[in-house]
């Protein structure tokens, strides 16, 4: 009588039994698999977004308060704007201010006792103009303040004498000769009547009354002493700075043409 095994195939034992699973429960296993790595990797991610979201919102509320905090600041910053623009232009006005009265001061006390003048000009720079002036070469190439003098001596030693003594005054930086000479007219020589109410001022300024006097024309160059630009124009008030109480900057000033 042949044996018969009651035990179903799929659950026989040994080498001849037959695969409970197969191949498709390992490629379960690794759908499982890369499925748990992806929802976990989309945990930190999400997690990753809800923090930079965090960040993101904790940020705009700092730049809010900081740009709250420097609105309410801008008053004193533009005060201090202000302020500051004001101390440059007065420093700038106080530079640019010529002290002629010590000039010619120290003018008085340095020109001969042999020497006299018909004519003297002061100019902060080349483009004041005055009125009656005196043409001496050589002002246009000074920048900063010049005195232009016209007058008479009666030898070139004088004129000498008085050149040496006006490169003493405190400021000087050159003293420039334009003219020495004699006249060339004998009948000039004569003493030259004084000119009446309606002549004009600059009508007689031909000092030479005798044949051995010189006439001269000098320029006096102040080159370190220049007016800077700054100082013609006041600066503007910037938005939102109260100007009451007479403080008002806005209106624009001029510099003086002696510059002083």
């Keep these: 009588m042949r044996p018969v095994n009651l035990i179903p195939q799929d659950e026989r034992r040994g080498d001849r ?27 930190l991610t999400s997690k990753q977004l809800s923090d930079r979201k965090s960040e993101v919102a904790e ?8 740009e709250a905090k420097a609105q309410s600041l801008e008053a004193f910053t533009n005060f201090r704007a202000a302020q500051e623009a004001r101390s440059s232009t007065i420093v700038s006005l106080a530079q640019s201010r010529f002290d002629w009265q010590r ?10 006792s042999n020497v006299w003048l018909v004519q003297l000009a002061g100019t902060a720079d080349p483009t004041v103009a005055v009125d009656g002036g005196i043409d001496v070469q050589g002002r246009d190439s000074v920048t900063g303040p010049a005195l232009e003098m016209q ?26 000769l334009d003219s020495s000479e004699k006249s060339d ?17 600059a009508a007689n300024t031909d000092c030479r009354t005798r044949d051995f006097i010189f006439q001269f024309k ?21 938005p939102g700075v109260p100007t009451s109480g007479g403080s008002q900057l806005t209106s624009s000033t001029s510099a003086s043409g002696s510059g002083g």
Excluded: H, K
């Design 17 to 43: 039994a037959a695969m409970r699973t197969g191949v498709f429960s390992y490629v379960l296993l690794g759908a499982l698999a890369v499925a748990v790595l992806a929802v976990a990797a989309l945990g």
């Design 59 to 66: 940020l705009q509320q700092q730049q809010q308060a900081a």
């Design 103 to 112: 000039v010619l001061n120290e003018f008085a006390r340095v020109i001969p």
């Design 151 to 176: 007058g008479c001596a009666p030898s070139q030693d004088a004129v000498a004498g008085l050149i040496s003594n006006l490169q003493e005054i405190d400021g000087v930086t050159r003293v420039g």
């Design 185 to 201: 007219d004998p009948q000039s020589t004569a003493a030259t009547p004084a000119p009446t109410a309606g002549d004009s001022a």
């Design 218 to 238: 000098i320029l006096v160059a102040f080159d370190n002493v220049p007016a800077p630009a700054s100082a013609t124009t006041a600066p503007t008030v910037p």
